[in-house]
């Protein structure tokens, strides 16, 4: 039962009025987005096009004045000790068909709060797939950024970032460790349908690079500014140069692709 003030009819004509409105309005700024995200000017929008676009997404509308391929990521302040990572990172055996794949949920605290677990072909194309479909079945809402432990994983099967982050509309860190003269020599000697992994690849861009507990963090971002990304690395980057959900998410994954990996008799889960 809900106990209020009745509320007053609203003439059909009233509403008729306020919806042609609503979409003349949406026809307009549609023009308008367009014209930003061509350009690559998106970020100089006067300030009446962002109330409009972000009251848009509120009603459920955003749908209809988005660009296509434009990605929409709501803030996130990692600055907040509760803010959850999920870490990813991957464990594989040559010679054996499927590598694990794991995720750890962790609050910038180190506080963990969640795993999940999935399986990437070894020598595949399917890790970006099994990515986002681990993701969306973890069925957190609460989730912040995703943090990877590389995304050339699994014998060159390669993550691609930018879809990852259009799927997940998530902030997304993908880190490594050392410097790299480029893959394309071993697609190509490797692979005989190189050229799709050579093109996801290619995607991918150019690294940048952070310095954490005096290590050199090589790192590629959607979504936050280069600061953020630092700053946030040196928060959760307790020893070395791993962060902790990442070194977590790592642990669990050999854990579990040793159990795997172990005849049936010796299999011991530690």
Known sequence: MIVGTPLKPIPCSKVRKKIKNILGVSSILNKRVN????????????????????SCFSCGLFHV?????????????????????LGVAESFVKGFPHSVLAGVVMRKDLMIDGFCV???????????????????????????????????????????????????????????????????????????????????????????????????VFYYSHGLEKEEVERFLAQVTKHGRVPEPIRVARLLARTLRNMVAAPREEMVLC
């Open 35 to 54: 014209q930003f995200y061509q350009q690559n000017r998106f970020w100089a929008a006067s300030s009446w096009v962002t109330f409009i676009l972000l």
């Open 65 to 85: 004045v988005c660009p296509p391929g434009l990605v929409v990521v709501m803030g996130v302040n990692l600055s907040k000790k509760g803010v959850r990572v």
């Open 118 to 216: 999935t399986r990437v072909t070894v020598g595949g194309d399917d890790s970006t797939e099994k990515l986002i479909e681990m993701v969306k079945k973890l069925g957190r809402d609460d989730l912040g950024l995703l943090l990877l432990n590389g995304c050339i994983i699994s014998w060159f099967n390669i993550i691609d970032l930018g879809e990852v982050h259009k799927e997940l509309g998530l902030p997304l860190i993908c880190v490594t460790y050392r410097e790299s003269k480029g893959i394309d020599k071993y697609l190509r000697e490797y692979f005989r349908d190189w050229e799709k992994k050579h093109m996801i690849y290619k995607r991918l861009g150019g690294r940048a690079v952070a310095t954490v507990n005096g290590y050199p």
